[in-house]
Nanobody, 117 residues
Framework: VQLQASGGGLVQAGGSLRLSCAAS????????MGWFRQAPGKEREFVASIRWSGGMTSYADSVKGRFTISRDKAESTVYLQMNSLKPEDSAVYYCAAKIIYNTYDYWGQGTLVTVSS
């Protein structure tokens, strides 16, 4: 699976951004798509995930109620809608994919999100 993330940028606190992750190379029926982030000096952390089939979602506590993950099957694209952004959301965001019950084996190149206070 090849993953291409986009949509990062600079936004003020309280603002919104939508990240996109275009997937290609495989049928995604048995895959889970996820978003992770890594801030400078910190470890990479899970943000959200969605099962391609069925659409079951999962979120980190820190983003629940503010971020929404979704997918467009026709476009083979996963989105992360980020609202009410905080400076602590600033990080490089990565999309990733895995076969259900496996580890995340496929990673995109990352897109930078900077939230100014």
């Amino acid at each position: 699976v090849q993953l291409q993330a986009s949509g990062g940028g600079l936004v003020q606190a309280g603002g919104s951004l939508r990240l996109s992750c275009a997937a290609s190379g495989r049928t995604l029926s048995y895959y889970v798509m996820g978003w992770f982030r890594q801030a400078p000096g910190k470890e990479r952390e899970f943000v959200a995930s969605i099962r391609w089939s069925g659409g079951m979602t999962s979120y980190a506590d820190s983003v629940k109620g503010r971020f929404t993950i979704s997918r467009d099957k026709a476009e083979s694209t996963v989105y992360l809608q980020m609202n009410s952004l905080k400076p602590e959301d600033s990080a490089v965001y990565y999309c990733a994919a895995k076969i259900i019950y496996n580890t995340y084996d496929y990673w995109g190149q990352g897109t930078l999100v900077t939230v100014s206070s």
